[in-house]
């Protein structure tokens, strides 16, 4: 075994292509994977932030906000996915509202 740590988490798979970030506060940007270090700071290029609903902070609307390039400090990364390959789906646990 080398003495070397190793990191959980493996973004070189995932550079020049498409990511999505959710960040603590409730903030989601997607864009182009640029650049990443040891802390979790990444730089994505082509970033654009969903925006979120003023009544309701924790729902995001179908509005975009185009960011250019950015960076996100790694303190405030909570989620990177892949977005080629997913697909939003309906949440299964909402109950239908009664008319």
């Given at each position: 075994?080398?003495?070397r740590k190793e990191?959980?988490?493996d973004?070189?798979?995932f550079v020049d292509k498409g990511v999505q970030v959710k960040l603590t506060g409730g903030r989601q940007v997607t864009g182009t994977l640029k650049g990443y270090d040891q802390l979790l700071n990444l730089v994505l290029d082509e970033a654009v932030e969903f925006v979120r609903d003023h009544d309701?902070?924790?729902k995001t609307t179908d509005q975009t906000r185009r960011l250019g390039l950015i960076v996100c400090r790694g303190t405030a990364v909570m989620l990177v996915s892949p977005t080629d390959g997913t697909e939003e789906i309906a949440n299964p646990f909402v109950q239908a509202e009664a008319v």
């Open positions: 075994m080398s003495g990191t959980v988490l973004l070189a798979k309701d902070p924790l």
